[in-house]
């Protein structure tokens, strides 16, 4: 059976079209055509495998907090060293579709639906971040490293000129000021 024919690959194979075009084209050039054409597919699959235009925006939502979210902390809460479990969040925000995440901004601004869903994201990495470094940080530092976390990534997300370069730099000077603050404690132990 071909990709085509099989109704769950053929709504995958949408759905990275669709995070494609939007990291690609941004939020205004995110348009069906765009979709299916990146897909290799006509508008007739399109409608074979989403009823409509917005049941594909739900679905691909549904699919970037699963993919982007959901799985990554998943992944980072398997790790059982708390150090590594740090680097392993770390790698996480430096590697997450930030072109896509910036048009999913973008979209968010004028889609109340979409903007609820980022704030449900954004509150799901900050909560599995400070859940994370308990351990390590303790409660109080856990939550205000994990609200750092996510303005460094919302701030580079949101960038006019974003710089990975710079990104990297914040993320791994805060993990290491912290884990410093770590070791020193740990020392007059």
Known sequence: MDSDADPDKLRRRFLHAGMT???RDGYSGFKQAAVCTEAGVTTGAFYHSFRNWKAFESALIAHWRLEATDRLVESARSVTDPRDRIDALTHIALNLPHDAERAIR??????????????????ARRDAIAEMGVELFGRELAGRLASTAMLLLTGFENSAQPSMDDFSWAIHGITATALAMVDERQQSE
Do not use: G, K, N
């Not at 973008?106 to 509150?123: C, H, K, N, Q, R």
């Open 106 to 123: 973008s979209w968010a601004s004028v889609d109340a639906t979409v903007f609820e869903a980022l704030t449900e994201v954004e509150s």
């Open 21 to 23: 075009v939007l990291a």
